[in-house]
């Protein structure tokens, strides 16, 4: 685990440029198995995909996922199913990655590993 486990999301009201390529892909090497995509309107996010063994522990993990969430200041998009949930994290008020994004992986792949 990183440091990025340690820090706290900073509240971002946009005003602030989001990171480059180069540096979204040193952040990259801080969490673990999150792929880096790009949408339709060129604006970076960080995505994962987690297995589970049934639909109970998948609702249990987005569940577990929101709290984090609601303290952090900082919400993703989810969406699950029986045996899976997706996550996607951006910063929306500065249309691409900030470090809050990859705080908040962080905190994820940590309740992923309990």
């Known amino acids: 685990m990183t440091d990025l486990f340690n820090k706290k999301c ?6 602030v440029a989001p ?18 995509s790009e949408n339709e309107k ?5 995505k994962k ?18 709290e984090i969430s609601e303290n952090e ?8 199913g029986w045996g899976y949930t997706e996550i996607n994290i951006t ?6 990655l900030s470090e809050n994004d990859f705080i908040l992986a962080s905190k994820i792949d940590k309740i992923s590993n309990v």
């Open 91 to 96: 910063t929306h008020a500065i249309e691409g």
């Open 73 to 80: 200041g900082h919400h993703p998009d989810i969406k699950f």
């Open 10 to 15: 900073v509240p971002c009201e946009g005003g």
């Open 19 to 36: 990171l480059d390529i180069s540096e979204i892909h040193k952040y990259q090497k801080k969490v673990d198995g999150w792929n880096i």
């Open 42 to 46: 060129k604006i970076f996010f960080l």
């Open 49 to 66: 995909k987690f297995e589970f063994k049934n639909f109970l522990e998948s609702q249990k993990f987005v569940n577990k996922v929101g």
